[in-house]
């Protein structure tokens, strides 16, 4: 399922726009009706139009691009960011320990979606940015502020392995042997790690996916002309009632993408980890 | 990490509950069990609303959306916001000059308010003096009669910057108001009053609307002795204003002066509040007031976050009104059903919806781009993702056609079949811009490509941004688009250098074409924020630097409208209508600041107690002196 996902993602946008020859940025004034309100499925638009008129269709397949995108390209920024961190807090213990688990725990105290709407409107005023034009409005931003609140998971658990891990004996072994710390780390501990990280990674993946979803659903995602399904998601809260198509098509590859993920990070765990085998 | 399976768990949730929700919406029946019909006409819709007979009594309640919104807190002083004026002027204050609370060109007519009549200026045009009708007294707490000296210690009010006035520039005109601004005086020398019945201004240039301008909620007179308790204090005696309409702030008789014991009046919460409650003024007399009809007992304006909930309150008339934007499928719903039509209310708004073009940013400093992107702009299809045509007309310049007493219905310099643009007309002025070196008839430099453009958040924005970029694609520019919450704040700062925005609207302060001219293309009002000439028409390398607008682009070569909006000022009747359109001609023709695309309607959904309304022209708004609601 995550295979074709990703396929979707890579092919399904320009495949929807050739096969249905309706670019995602096209509008159809014969899709919305004489109040503006979009028309539903038919046989040249399938999964009907959104409320500027544009094929629902090829936006949810451009959709699926963006989403993971953010969710994978974020994950592993937040993978590294983290993995990083917890080995050094977990490995050097004391003073470096407490700096940098301390400024974990405030990142994960710091209300989430708050501070996002502060960033991405402070960055989205001009066409350069913010950070002297790092942080470019639109999926930068986006990615950067998932990134932010996501690495203090990732730390943690990497830290707790990494206690856990310098106590053992082929560690002290390769202390006793003269291997500096740069070595123990590279060596021995980060193989040891891979496992339960590739686990956390894949769970991490849908959680980021929904977080766009929600920055995007609160208009603080990707700008109007770039798919995303937390954008047309929030498109359709004006339309629940009247055009089900715009809620439908983009929850359920939402909901279809969150879950093989989770059923993959969960299967993944089962086979990494040794006592839930017995 | 199970974090996650929770969040898809609640994913499912949501949409399971929308699709559900969705099956429930598309029954044909209304809550209120009538069936729909498969389509309806957005012709006959009404202007106004008559449902048995108008008596007194009941209260009109009104949801409000989201917050009231206002700018000074409902002070007059400093007050702009337009559906504050409609409560200001149809309920609680009586300015000098008035309306008659009509929708259409009857509502924009000035009458004498507080004063007995509309006068003619003397003195060469340059002196105004206005009688005050007799019997106008001030309700609680002041309970006095209105005197001459308190419209002047209104108006010195407004000359006062500390007081927090925000239109008082259209009084500089008025002799000694610019020297209490500048804090040389302290009270202004052209306003004098020789008997408490009479006020005179004297004038230092011939202003041909300064009638026009005497009818602006600021100039209503306000007792000094509850005013003096708010000095300093911007927009704090906006929850004690004291009427001298027909109605007052509930527990206006429940407060009490001097100023060391004065309170807020319960009945007002405040701006960021959740009410504003209106009851009868006991001392009005309603024998000096002609228009004013005065039904409901009270006025209720409620603050609700949630537009779907005031549309159902409405429907199920639980409010009687509302201060809202009823969206596309509110709008379909009321008018494909013919129990509900009557009851969806469409008038004009005397507003025009444009998209702004900075003259001195790449590539809109060059003339051909500007003429082009009339040409190419859909604007049906703009005015559809407003909600189609019940929502107003498309617009062709700058002022709309009810500005100039229903003149220049006709012309469109840019006109493209069915207003959907026209490719090869739009083509052809590219070919004449230095943007085509080629003449591809595409806008090929580089300076086209990914163009700053900056819009809000609203579904609307969403709606109306793919259609511009879709439009301008079609000759070669191509946008980056920057969704602002409040875009307004950046475009309206100068040294943002915004190119292009799809966000700005504007209304007339007053029937006069000088509230479009004036206020947005007079480069000597150019400010670095809170500027609303955005385009930057008339600015000058000079004007840039002594007013540190921060602007950095092409400051040569960029036409001004300063002399012929001054020879229009200072002209009266059909010769200042004929300016002012000489004048629209040539901002389309020669500056082409804007793609003007919708003259906007103002809709209303009132509720089924209503059994009166009507539109308010001047304020455009509910006429809430002409309501009436039957006993509930």
Known sequence: MIILLILIAIFGGPLAQHFTGHPQNSTYDSMTDEFGVPKGPNSQFWFGADSAGR??????????????????????????????VGLLAGFFGGFIDTVLSRFADVLLAVPQILIAVGVVAACSTSKQGCLGGLLQPGLPVVIAVITVFS????????????????????????????????????????????GPLVVYATLLIPTNILFEAALSYLGLGVPPNEASWGSILNDASGYYDVAWWLMLFPGAFLIITTLAFNLLGDGLRDAFDVRSER | MRRSLRLAAFAVAVVALAALAAGCGSSKKSSGGTTTTSSGSTSNVQTSYDNGTAAKGGTYTIGWENSFGFTDNFDPTGEYLGNAWG??????????????????????????????????????????????????????????????????????????PKQGGQYGFYYSVIKGWDAVGAGKAKTVSGITTPDNSTIVFHLTTKTGDFNLRMGMPATAPIPHEVGDCFNGKPGDYGRDV???????????????????????????????????????????????????????????????SNADDIYAKVQAGQYDDETSSPQPKTIRQYVTNPTLKPRLLSNIGDRTWYLTM???????DDIHIRKAMNLIIDKEALRKAWGGPLLGSIATHIAPPVMYNNGLTEYDPYSTPGHTGDVTKAAAEVKLSKYDPGKTGKCTASACKGVLMIADTRALDNRMVPVIQADAAKIGITFTVRSINGAYTTIQTTN???????????????????????ELFDSRALIPSGNTNYSLVGITPAINAAKKLGVKGTL????????????CQAKLGQDRTTCWENLDKKMMTQVVPWVPYLWANNVIIVGPNVTHWAYDQFSDTTAYSQVAVSQK
């Not at chain 1, 943690?156 to 740069?182: C, D, P, Q, W």
């Not at chain 2, 900075?358 to 809109?364: A, M, V």
């Not at chain 2, 925005?501 to 302060?509: I, L």
């Not at chain 2, 001004?560 to 020879?567: G, H, L």
């Open chain 1, 55 to 84: 094929d629902l269709f090829v936006r949810t397949m451009y959709g699926a691009r963006t989403s993971l995108f953010v969710g994978i390209v974020a994950t592993g920024f937040a993978l590294f960011i983290g993995l990083v």
């Open chain 2, 358 to 364: 900075n003259l001195t940013q790449p590539p809109f």
């Open chain 1, 151 to 194: 690495w203090s998971y990732i730390a943690r658990i990497v830290r707790g392995y990494t206690l856990s891990l310098r106590e053992k004996e082929f560690v002290e072994a390769s202390r006793s042997l003269g291997a500096t710390n740069l070595r123990i780390l590279a060596s021995e501990m980060l193989p040891n790690l891979i």
């Open chain 2, 87 to 160: 409560i200001l002027d149809n309920l609680l204050i009586r300015p000098l000059m008035g309306y008659k609370h009509a929708g259409g060109a009857e509502g924009n007519q000035l009458i004498g308010d507080l004063a007995e009549s509309v006068p003619t200026p003397t003195d060469n045009g340059l002196t105004y003096t206005y009688k005050l009708r007799s019997g106008i007294k001030f309700g609680p707490p002041v309970n006095r009669a209105v005197t001459s000296k308190d419209v002047a210690y209104a108006m010195n009010r407004l000359a006062d």
């Open chain 2, 496 to 518: 943002k250098n915004v190119p292009i925005s799809e966000r700005p609207g504007w209304g007339k302060d007053y029937a006069d074409p000088y509230t479009f001219f004036g």
């Open chain 2, 242 to 304: 004291v009427s001298t309409g027909p109605y007052m702030i509930q527990g206006a008789d429940k407060v009490s002066l001097p100023c060391a014991s004065l309170k807020p009046m319960a009945g007002y919460s405040g701006a960021n509040g959740q009410k504003m409650i209106l009851v009868r003024n006991p001392n009005y007399d309603q024998s000096t007031d002609q228009y004013r009809k005065n039904y409901p007992d009270m006025f209720k304006f409620l603050i609700n």
């Open chain 2, 556 to 567: 040569t070569g960029i036409p001004s409208v300063n002399s012929d909006i001054d020879a």
